[in-house]
């Protein structure tokens, strides 16, 4: 069974995506929150194989979340769920060796398997993002 954490400051959408992904048999949400800060300290306690954050919440964002992680070498795998298609929120997530950056408007089978993805050591970025960049 492979723990999830997830993150994201709108409690509806958060709701609606722990409920989804508890559909999967091999899924366990172990946490949520609605901020970074309450994020940061859950996955450094819990320390969930895999971390779903949206970028823009109070306190601290996904993608500062996402470095803080890195940088105390917590080997939580961290998939970035945004609405914004923004060049420079990307490549900051880049540099945050985030594993996974999806848009919001992606199908949820798509971010069903970017999760199987991130988890076999691949690395996933919204074609939109990477056209984007390139």
Do not use: C, W
């Not at 690395?123 to 390139?134: C, D, W």
Request: charged share 25%; proline share 3%; no cysteine.
């Amino acid at each position: 069974m492979t723990t999830l954490y997830l993150a994201d400051d709108q409690k509806m959408l958060l709701s609606a995506l722990a409920s989804l992904l508890d559909l999967e048999d091999d899924f366990d949400v172990v946490g949520t929150a609605s901020d970074g800060a309450q994020a940061l300290s859950d996955i450094l306690l819990k320390k969930p194989e895999l971390a779903i954050l949206d970028i823009e919440m109070p306190k601290l964002t996904g993608l500062e979340v996402a470095f803080q992680l890195r940088e105390k070498s917590v080997p939580t795998k961290i998939i970035i769920l945004t609405t914004f298609a923004q060049e420079t929120y990307f490549q900051q997530a880049v540099a945050s060796e985030v594993n996974g950056y999806l848009l919001k408007d992606s199908k949820s089978d798509l971010l069903i398997r970017t999760i199987h993805d991130v988890l076999d050591g691949q690395t996933i970025f919204a074609p939109e993002m990477v056209r984007t960049v390139l």
